[in-house]
């Protein structure tokens, strides 16, 4: 299941009415930048916290695991939030037990995303809150332009992305393919030109096949195989001939013999 889906389920847990969510948000811009978030939210009502989410998107077991492995990668982007979430495909992925302690979990179930470890307070991201609420009314201005559009294109973008990522690795394997078999045709053909002392080239293919295929059908051999049996064919015509001329000889009558 892509990542794709799993931001699908997000929009529905965190609404474009209450919350601003962005996919691929960085720790910073330019050179500067280093790691990248799956995915934040910010809540856009003072009266419900103005809370920052990060989230981080897994889809195998194995990716799961390095994710935790290198911690810098979450803490980079963590300490813009309020809380950190991992957001995986099913509850064999990993185990809230797993987590860090700083970390909540959610698992997607069908198309809903299910709560099965609260992420808890972070010391939240260094702003006062003159700041968050300014930042919130321009999220909420941004949202009023088709988040649902938002979504869509990136998840158009995710899934261009892992289609170009696919065609050149299937192109790459068939341009091997391609390669080895040339190269074993070479090797074939600077064989047989090692063994026969004939040169191939593209004006002589049809020559040489049809030298190749004389000796294959028994070649000077088989002629001469042929000549003998021709030969001995002739002498057994010619001698028959002979018998009948003298048999044609022997019952002609005798020169000067009178006859009855």
């Known amino acids: 299941m892509s990542e794709g889906k799993l931001f699908t389920a997000l929009r529905d847990r965190f609404p474009a009415a209450e919350y601003a969510l962005f ?4 720790d910073a811009t330019g050179a500067r930048q280093s790691r990248t978030a799956d995915a934040m939210a910010m809540c856009l009502w003072p009266s419900r916290g103005l809370d920052v989410h990060g989230f981080e998107m897994k889809a195998s077991r194995a990716d799961c695991l390095r994710e ?4 810098a990668k979450a803490e980079a ?10 957001v995986v495909t099913d509850d064999k992925v990993v185990t809230a037990d797993e987590l860090p302690p700083t970390w909540g979990l ?3 179930k069908t198309t809903k995303l299910h709560q099965v470890k609260l992420a808890p307070k972070l010391p939240g991201p260094p702003w006062d809150n003159a700041t968050r609420t300014f930042l919130a009314a321009l999220l909420r201005a941004a949202q009023k332009v088709d988040p649902s559009r938002q979504v869509l294109d990136a ?7 892992a289609g170009v990522k696919d065609e050149k690795t299937l192109a790459e394997r068939e341009l091997r393919k391609v390669r ?3 190269e074993a045709e070479q090797v074939l053909r600077q064989r047989f030109e090692t063994a026969s002392g004939v040169h191939v080239s593209r004006h002589d293919v049809g020559r040489i096949g049809a030298a190749v295929k004389f000796v294959l059908d028994g070649g000077v051999k088989g002629a ?3 000549l003998r049996r021709l030969s001995e064919q002739a002498h057994r015509i010619a001698a028959g001939i002979d018998r009948q001329l003298d048999q044609v000889a022997k019952a002609a009558p005798k020169e000067n013999q009178p006859c009855a």
């Not at 935790?68 to 911690?71: G, I, K, N, V």
């Not at 982007?77 to 991992?86: F, G, N, S, V």
């Open 224 to 226: 001469e195989v042929e």
């Open 180 to 182: 080895d078999a040339l």
């Open 23 to 26: 996919p691929g948000v960085a």
């Open 155 to 161: 998840v158009r973008l995710a899934g261009y992305q």
């Open 68 to 71: 935790l492995r290198d911690p």
């Open 106 to 108: 959610l698992v997607l």
């Open 77 to 86: 982007l963590a300490r813009w939030c309020d809380r950190w979430w991992l």
